[in-house]
């Protein structure tokens, strides 16, 4: 767990920090930092090349198209950034051979200290990176990007919003969805009609019960329909099954 008003600290190793800084200093996440609940942080990786022509990547041995981005700047990246920090960070590699990133993972992390993120590039890690530094592998999906900066805003993202305070409203972030593995329900505002679409009666009615009912209803629903995995994997509670559609759905 965090220390008392000591901010949570999220340390991006990437080649490319013009990329992400801008991203968080954006919206949710840049009023997190100002508010003191966490402190992001970009270091280029290719400050830590040790030759010249500052490189940071080589030809694969063995042959094989593409460049790999090599070892020692890596390394020199994760000791000199871990250092600055007595909070010993979670080292997080993003790669596509990873764990699959999910919110229960996200809710993992965001109970962290502090944790550092690997974004790579070109065609690959060397293999003593994962091997030397030992980090914890993650990716955000079943594809390949041109670099890890994509994936490590997308941690970030996910990783700070859960942080108490991060939305603003403390019970916000409970009805996202994936949480218990359901999508959100439906949302609307106004206008009542628009289009000859209306909001459902039950949402302008003013009984609560009734409306989280309605709610939980359609967030079963919209699961089953959209993602029936998610259902297979968390069972749902007991009470899920007495549920019924309401006549206002």
């Known amino acids: ?21 801008p991203f968080f200093a954006s919206s949710i996440l840049g009023r997190a930092g100002q508010a003191g609940l966490v402190d992001i942080v970009c270091t280029n990786i290719r400050d830590f090349a040790s030759d010249k022509h500052r490189s940071v990547d080589d030809t694969p041995c063995g042959g094989g198209p593409g460049m790999v981005l090599a070892a020692p700047p890596v390394f020199a990246a994760v000791e000199h950034v871990g250092a600055l920090d ?5 080292r997080i590699l993003l790669t596509p051979q990873g764990e699959r990133f999910t919110h229960r993972l996200a809710v993992e992390l965001a109970q962290q200290q502090r944790l550092l993120l690997i974004a790579g590039h070109y065609e690959g890690f060397d293999e003593r990176i994962r091997l030397g530094l030992e980090p914890r592998e993650i990716s955000i999906g079943d594809y390949v990007l041109s670099g890890g900066e994509a994936a490590a805003m997308v941690v970030a993202d996910a990783v700070v919003r859960l942080l108490p305070g991060a939305l603003g409203h403390e019970g916000a972030a409970a009805d996202d969805s994936f949480v218990e593995n359901l999508l959100e329900y439906p949302q609307y505002t106004r206008p009542r009609d628009f289009r000859g679409m209306a909001v459902p009666d039950v949402l302008l009615s003013g009984d ?10 359609r967030q079963i629903e919209r699961t089953r329909d959209r993602r029936p995995d998610l259902l297979e994997q968390d069972a749902l509670s007991d009470q899920t099954p007495r549920l019924t559609r309401s006549n206002n759905g």
């Open 1 to 21: 767990m965090m220390g008392v008003n000591q901010p949570m600290r999220i340390d991006v190793l990437t080649l490319f920090p013009e990329v992400c800084q």
């Open 86 to 90: 007595p909070r010993p960070p979670v």
């Open 208 to 217: 609560h019960a009734r409306i989280e009912r309605w709610r939980r209803q």
